[in-house]
């Protein structure tokens, strides 16, 4: 391998040219284990927000449209806090490195939700969820960054979904520690709090296990420290190299994607918030801000609001938390499915399809009773979302180059927290108002908006390098 290619481009298209071998795998699995707990934190408020109405901390609706007591409260401050963590700290990963924000984002939120877990008041209760917040905004742009820069172009679409799978696998977790120990104390201690803990638990073990990362080559070549670069994908080379049973070929410089100059591009290595609204990157970012406005009305709008949903329809609470738990089931098998054609459909048509199919599948949702349609439906409309949620992580990390990657998806990905806050509160309305039918109905609009955005305006990146990509 010649040495002389170790510049940003050159280590792009050296692990481009990566096979999919065991050792490339199990940096994603690695990753995709401190996922898991970060999504077990980010969904168990569906899950425990029943019992935490019941004990009297959080009321099911409020008096006023923003009031701070209700259940729409602490979806409120949980995504408040996700909305600083992407917007705010989104770019840290860029200036210091994506191993050491993984890391650090994780013991964040960790130790967070351990003090969460032993809160008695709304007050203390919201504090606590909107300081977790933070921490698991800031892991999920530093994961999907981390993801898109470590694996060869042809296998990301897959990476991505294997990574989903194993974060989705946290739901029916979730779901099933609520339903076992929600109406429970053991040791006096009240059954929510536990789920709480569980979750803090593994992720401490996590942290242990991922100390063996290697840093983002892409990074590390991006910010000048070339040695390392080098060092990094020449281990990994030397790994896939055994595992294939075989040489890996040369890199001439005419496959060396020409890196994008862009106007008012910083020196490189540098973030800009500025760069994000140039000739070269402006369309997309308006593009993706619309998007994930809209895009986490369906997401969340439904996944926050399942068991407050099925007890509207008059479900006892214990029995809404057991149909939850087979609804969540199907929470895997959304990204598990996409991995089949992941790298095979253009990434803008599985959105716009998957956007289509939570419209679809959740104005028929609203407008039944019966216990095994609802968890028919319901499983439904969790497999789409979730090729929903794969889909777009995979696509607002590819464009962007690797300076300002971190800091672009967390900016446009911040608008999505956002629109939660507001959402929740809008959805806590409409259901007052106009029940389980109303809110699907505004479920089904704004996936509408999605399917015209990104199905007009959305730019293609299958099988593309992250370098030709950017230019």
């Not at 990905?413 to 029940?435: D, H, K, M």
């Amino acid at each position: 391998m010649p040495t002389n290619l170790s510049d940003a481009a050159a280590i792009g298209a050296r692990m481009d040219r990566l096979p999919a071998t065991r050792a490339v795998w199990k940096l994603v699995a690695l990753i995709s284990l401190g996922g898991y707990f970060e999504f077990y934190d980010l969904f168990l408020t569906g899950y425990i927000a029943p019992t935490l109405v019941r004990s009297g901390i959080l009321t099911p609706t409020t008096r006023g449209l923003f009031g701070t007591t209700g259940v729409a409260s602490f979806v409120a401050a949980m995504f408040s806090g996700l909305f600083l963590g992407t917007a705010l700290f989104g770019f840290v990963a860029d200036r210091f490195g994506r191993r050491t924000i993984f890391t650090f984002s994780l013991l964040w939120y960790t130790a967070a939700s351990v003090v969460m877990a032993f809160q008695t008041d709304v007050f203390g209760l919201n504090l606590w969820r909107f300081l977790s917040g933070i921490g698991v905004g800031v892991e999920l742009v530093t994961i999907a960054t981390y993801i898109s820069e470590l694996v060869p172009k042809e296998m990301r679409g897959r990476a991505f979904a294997f990574n989903q799978t194993v974060q989705f696998s946290s739901v029916p977790t979730v779901a099933l520690l609520a339903w076992l120990l929600v109406e429970k104390a053991p040791l006096g201690l009240d059954g929510w709090r536990w789920v709480v803990l569980a979750g803090a638990a593994g992720a401490a073990v996590v942290w242990w296990i991922r100390l063996g990362l290697p840093e983002s080559p892409r990074w590390l070549a991006e910010h000048g420290r070339l040695e390392e670069a080098e060092r990094v994908v020449s281990e990994l080379e030397k790994k896939v190299a055994l595992e294939a049973e075989s040489a890996l070929p040369g890199v001439s410089q005419a496959e060396i994607p020409p890196v994008a100059v862009s106007e008012a591009a910083p020196p490189a290595g540098r973030a800009s918030f500025a760069e994000l609204w140039n000739r070269t990157y402006r369309s997309r970012t308006l593009m993706l801000v619309v998007f994930n406005i809209f895009q986490t009305v369906g997401f969340y709008g439904f996944s926050n609001w399942v068991p407050t949903l099925l007890i509207r329809r008059g479900i006892p609470i214990t029995s809404s938390l057991e149909y939850t738990f087979f609804i969540a089931m199907a929470a895997p098998f959304g990204p598990l499915l996409a991995y089949r054609f992941a790298d095979k459909i253009e990434r803008k048509w599985q959105i716009v399809m998957a956007a289509a199919s939570v419209a679809f599948f959740g104005v028929w949702f609203g407008q039944m009773s019966a216990a095994p349609v609802l968890i028919a439906l319901g499983m439904m409309l969790t497999i789409s979302n979730n090729i929903l949620s794969y889909s777009l992580h995979t696509y607002q990390a590819e464009l962007y180059p690797t300076r300002i990657r971190a800091l672009g998806v967390g900016f446009v990905y911040s608008w999505s927290r956002l629109s939660v806050v507001f959402s929740a509160f809008a959805i806590a309305f409409i259901l007052e108002r106009f029940g389980v039918p109303g809110v699907f109905v505004f479920i089904a609009g704004s996936m509408a908006v999605v399917v015209v955005v990104i199905g007009c305006f959305g730019p293609r990146t299958n099988q593309l390098s992250l370098e030709t990509i950017s230019k």
